[in-house]
């Protein structure tokens, strides 16, 4: 069975910080990764993907994640964090694209100025 | 280019109401996904739509919950005889047809009460 792991409810950063959100995978076949970011009362906005390629992949706001097929992981990084980045991050799998997508239970980031 | 289009942005139903969910997707886009979110969890798949047609309602309680996309008009996530337990976050997601990559691009959410 497919599923997503987010080791960390919360991450704290101070502005200006790097930030790492971890997130680790399970899925049958090659995956299909996402990270999607929640702001409070709002949808998911998609930040970036990884389905073939170079292994550092590079997205919206500044964001990219690095996916590491041997330790199953697609951790999301940014070299240097802003307040306005305080939100709730979701890692996302899937084993082919149009199917159901397997989030992780999510992890808030709180950026302090 | 208008994104995915949830209403209502906030419903209110009693126990044993009927509560009607409506998802516009994208322009272009013909694949209809809904998850429901619960609090303090991350999104559960519910079921995936195409035009008419149900792809996969593995996600789906087997009762009182229903979903269509009809040839025209928006998707319907319908709940019947509403309980408690059902007061969560329902978004939808849409994605273009033959989309190698998988995207797909959510709505702001209907988020259920029920007293």
New interface residues.
Partial sequence: AQSVAQPEDQVNVAEGNPLTVKCTYSVSGNPYLFWYVQYPNRGLQFLLKYITGDNLVKGSYGFEAEFNKSQTSFHLKKPSALVSDSALYFCAVSNQAGTALIFGKGTTLSVSS | NAG?M?NPRHLVRRRGQEARLRCSPMKGHS?V?W?RQLP??????MV?LQKENII?E??MPKERFSAEFPKEGPSILRIQQVVRGDSAAY?C?S?PPS???????????T?LSVL
């Fill in positions: 995915v949830q694949h996904y998850y303090e969890e991350g999104l559960k798949f995936y996969d593995s996600g978004f997601a994605s989309s190698g990559e998988g995207i797909q691009y959510f709505g702001a959410g988020r």
